[in-house]
């Protein structure tokens, strides 16, 4: 093109220019949206799965402790069996000695009184025992 009058010729140029912005923030909204309660169902399964876990250990933790008490007081119970039996192996001598006229009346007694006390001591370990092998 040529301006009227000039006697130098120019090229004209016209040109366009266009910005486009985007916002990516947004973008795949509706994907999101229809899977959120999924997100949600799948992070509640997770905690209550965890939950059941630990109780789950809990009970075995549990049991595994009143097992190991029982076992415990099952061998005392046997200790205080075997003290009764001494005690009245002891009577059941002192008994025969007095038969025989080598032991006094009174002294007797003692060995009644050993034989009644480590009865009742059995009783008030089985007692105990009892309330501890209970659940919490």
């Known amino acids: 093109n040529r301006s009227s009058g000039d006697e130098y010729s120019f090229p004209a140029f016209f040109g366009s220019l266009s910005v486009t912005i985007t916002q990516h923030l947004l973008q795949n909204r509706k994907n999101v949206q229809a899977r959120y309660p999924l997100l949600v169902a799948r992070t509640e399964l997770l905690i209550t799965s965890e939950r059941t876990q630990a109780a789950i250990a809990d009970a075995v933790l549990l049991a595994a402790r009143q097992y190991w008490v029982a076992v415990q007081l099952r061998d005392n119970i046997r200790v205080q069996e075997q003290n009764v039996n001494l005690a009245r192996k ?8 007095l038969d ?8 007797i007694f003692q060995s009644e009184t050993q034989v009644a006390e480590r009865i009742a001591i059995i009783g008030t370990h089985d007692s105990r025992a009892l309330s501890r092998i209970a659940p919490i």
Not at 100 to 107: E, F, K, S
């Open 90 to 97: 002891s009577y059941d001598r002192d008994k025969q000695a």
């Open 100 to 107: 025989l006229g080598a032991l006094a009346r009174l002294d």
